[in-house]
């Protein structure tokens, strides 16, 4: 897709033939750049759809080259929508809390934000804007939300072998997501949230503190997201899942324990071998 930001007037003439063949809106999503800063070619890019008659751009407010190495340009997006009051623009990046996604609006001037990675990670940010609060859900109500999305997948493909394979496809996944959940109340986080995008920051969780659910929820590695899928799509309700998980997050926190013991007990016997070869 970026690529044909690389030619803004192939682009133009690209969207102006969809327009003309649409009995619907035509939004468009945009990068800053086809490559680097150095490449940053926005404003060409935004006018020129403008005139292709676009009902929307969207900014994702980073070049192609950062990917998600830094925080995305929402002084640029801001430029950008001074400069086209007749054509709505949606903001894009790093968009982690109602309460940034309000700031940023005010701040820019864009018609609306969009929302991806902190989607994945709370889909209830869109209620959070709705309602203009935070939901900090318990851990109960967090698996109730994971297990509603597995009961989905599960009437959509089928509860049979070969629905639970089509499923494996997208369901674990989603726990890479879910994992990096944390609560980020506006009173405690939203200076910070000036400074620096929350998305961007790293906040760090205590294991010591978390129960065993919200331990295993949190885990990384592919092979916890495959068992907590499993886990919501085998119980029978939302109370099963917890207590299932529960008993997953005791046996795999005692068998992580037990293995940093073995691996401490490895590395001390290594020391005094190389003690008594010395």
Request: hydrophobic residues 40%.
């Amino acid at each position: 897709g970026a690529a044909l930001l690389r030619k803004p007037k192939k682009l133009a003439r690209l969207v102006g033939g969809i327009v003309d063949g649409s009995p619907i809106p035509v939004s468009v999503k945009v990068r800053t750049s086809p490559a680097g800063v150095a490449e940053i070619n926005l404003h060409e890019v935004v006018a020129l759809l403008n005139e292709a008659g676009a009902a929307a751009v969207t900014i994702h407010g980073r070049t192609t080259n950062s990917r998600y190495s830094k925080a995305a340009d929402w002084e640029l997006i801001r430029q950008v929508a001074e400069a086209n009051p007749g054509l709505p623009i949606v903001g894009n990046g790093d968009i982690l809390t109602f309460y940034e996604a309000r700031k940023r609006m005010a701040a820019t001037g864009v018609k609306a934000v969009m929302t991806g990675r902190g989607a994945l990670i709370k889909p209830w940010i869109f209620d959070e804007f709705r309602q203009n609060r935070a939901w900090e859900p318990s851990t109960a109500e967090r698996v109730a939300v994971y297990r509603t999305l597995a009961c989905y997948m599960k009437e959509h493909f089928g509860d049979d072998e070969r629905g639970r394979r089509t499923a494996w496809y997208f369901l674990p996944f989603h726990f890479d997501w879910f994992r990096r959940y944390m609560p980020l109340p506006e009173d405690t986080y939203a200076q910070a949230a000036d400074e620096y995008p929350l998305m961007q920051t790293r906040l760090a969780l205590n294991e010591d503190e978390m129960t065993p659910v919200d331990w295993i929820l949190s885990q990384t590695s592919e092979s916890h997201h495959d068992a907590i899928a499993s886990v919501l799509w085998d119980s029978a309700s939302d109370k099963e899942a917890v207590a299932n998980l529960e008993a997953l997050g005791m046996r795999e926190k005692e068998l992580k324990a037990k293995m940093s013991v073995e691996d401490e007990s490895d590395h001390e016997a290594n020391e005094l071998a190389e003690q008594v070869q010395g």
